[in-house]
């Protein structure tokens, strides 16, 4: 059997997001990383010691990683033979059918197959539905050598990508018990963080799905209980949520999170779709995925009319300061963003709007913004009747009251939809004579 060249090269096969984040933080810990990306752009991109994506830090890491001569990019999946570890960080979009698709990781294995060798460890850290390590990759891989094949859910937020991958505990599971034991040893030895380890790779591929279920279904609860806040009045939902969170439950307390105008992003508006069409294959109609999907995703009409309805009662107005685009506080990532179904919404209801995101600027196109965005945040707020903070942005929070109650109409409304101003924030802005409304506040 011919010796693999290192213990401490690792391939990361898909070098978008995920496969950046994790390919420049194993390289900072001293492994010798090589991507393999179909991508020019993200190839030259990373040559140039620059980050593919938008994320804190990450061009920082990439940058050293590269002079440093630790991360090489390439797109010959033959470049997995020189390693001991091959990570797996392709695309699983979702087909029409709210099933994965999971073309591109079946691709990338059989790409990469030909070059493994025995005793090396195949990883897979793309979201997939149940059994996709074991039924559809495991055969590919191991075909041609006796390789480890192992799942390990990425369970990282971005906006906090770095930080994240280094801290939070680690899951894995293995095709058999070898991999599960190659897999664990591979974390521990590679960040200084919790390995958990189940039993096999279709319970590590659940977590990753039970949590964005938890995550997804517990801010549908926190959107309802804010919903019968605005109905019933004098109220604040986030004042209710943090009482109720004091309550010790088993281990640990209840746990309801923060509402807002909407659910963005890849994961958490793809995933509960994963979880019911599973439960159709196999004769379920789970219910939990629906009711937090379809909760969540009305939460943007909401918006529009909750801003629409406290207008009108406050003697109209049509001019509106939109501020914030990403569904991400400090990113520009407007993937599924639900701040475009508002927009569009006002837009229909009549209202003329202005739109700023200092993070979005420039990337108009990819997320189907139906008008130019505004680069001047005080030519966006002039004379606005209303300000909607539809994201948290620090260059939002860092506004003063008194100066922007100088930039809007007398009396405006300032709309709260993801910025979560305290009661003495709230106080003050009323001290200037402008109105506040919040998402169940
Ligand atoms: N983005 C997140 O916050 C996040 C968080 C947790 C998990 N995930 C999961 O991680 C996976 C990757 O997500 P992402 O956001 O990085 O996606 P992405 O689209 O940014 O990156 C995927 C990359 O894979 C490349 N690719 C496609 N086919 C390939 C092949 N055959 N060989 C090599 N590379 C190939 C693409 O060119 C692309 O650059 C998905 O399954 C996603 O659900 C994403």
Redesign the pocket.
């Known amino acids: 059997m011919p010796a693999v060249h290192s213990r401490k090269a690792v391939a990361v ?7 950046a984040v994790i390919g420049a933080v194993l390289a900072d810990r001293g492994y010798d990383v090589v991507g ?4 020019e752009r ?1 190839r030259e991109s990373v040559r140039a010691g620059d980050a593919p ?1 938008p994320e804190p830090g990450l061009g920082e890491l990439i940058a050293e990683a590269v002079s440093e001569g630790r991360l090489t990019i390439t797109d010959d ?1 033959a470049a997995v033979a020189e390693c001991q570890t091959v990570l797996i ?4 979009p979702l087909t029409a059918t709210c099933n994965a698709d999971t073309s ?1 990781i079946a ?2 294995a059989r ?1 990469i197959a030909p070059h493994l060798r025995d005793g090396q460890l195949v990883m897979l ?4 539905p149940p059994r996709t390590t074991a039924d559809l990759i495991a055969p590919i891989v191991t075909e041609t050598a006796a390789v480890h094949v192992a799942f390990c859910p ?5 906006g906090r ?1 770095i930080e994240e991958f280094r801290t939070i505990p680690v899951v894995v599971g293995g095709v058999d018990a070898e991999s599960t034991v190659a897999a664990a040893a591979f974390w521990r030895e590679a960040l200084d963080v919790e390995v958990v380890e189940v039993s096999n790779s279709l319970g590590a591929e659940l977590v990753k799905l039970a949590d964005n279920l938890w995550i997804d279904l517990n801010i549908a609860l926190a959107n309802e209980l804010a919903q019968l806040c605005d109905k019933l009045g004098g109220v604040d939902v986030l004042e209710v949520i943090h009482a109720a969170n004091t309550l010790p439950k088993v281990e640990h307390n209840v746990n309801i999170l923060v509402p807002s105008i909407g659910v963005g ?3 958490l508006t ?1 995933d509960p779709w994963f979880v019911h069409a599973m439960g159709a294959d196999h004769g379920l109609d789970l219910q939990t995925p629906q009711v937090s999907r379809r909760v969540n995703d009305a939460m943007a009409l909401y918006a529009a009319e909750s801003i629409d309805e406290t207008l009108r009662e406050a003697g109209g107005g049509k001019r509106i300061a939109v501020l914030g685009v990403a569904f991400k506080t400090d990113t520009g990532d407007c993937r599924f963003t639900p701040t475009i179904p508002v927009i569009k919404s006002l837009l229909e209801k009549g209202y003329e709007l202005k739109v700023h995101d200092p993070f979005v600027e420039g990337h108009e196109a990819e997320c189907d913004l139906p008008l130019a965005l505004e680069p001047d945040l005080a030519e966006t707020l002039k004379d606005a009747d209303c300000v909607a903070f539809f994201t948290g942005h620090r260059q939002f929070r860092e506004i003063s009251t008194e100066w922007l109650a100088g930039q809007v109409r007398p009396g405006a409304l300032l709309f709260d939809g993801r910025m979560y101003f305290s009661r003495e924030q709230i106080a003050e802005i009323e001290s200037f004579g402008l109105a506040y409304k919040g998402v169940g506040r």
């Open positions: 096969v898909g070098f978008g997001y995920i496969g393999i990306e179909p991508n993200i994506v999946p960080s392709v695309g699983t591109q691709e990338a790409a850290k793309s979201t997939v990425e369970r990282l937020a971005e990508a992003g890849y994961c793809k």
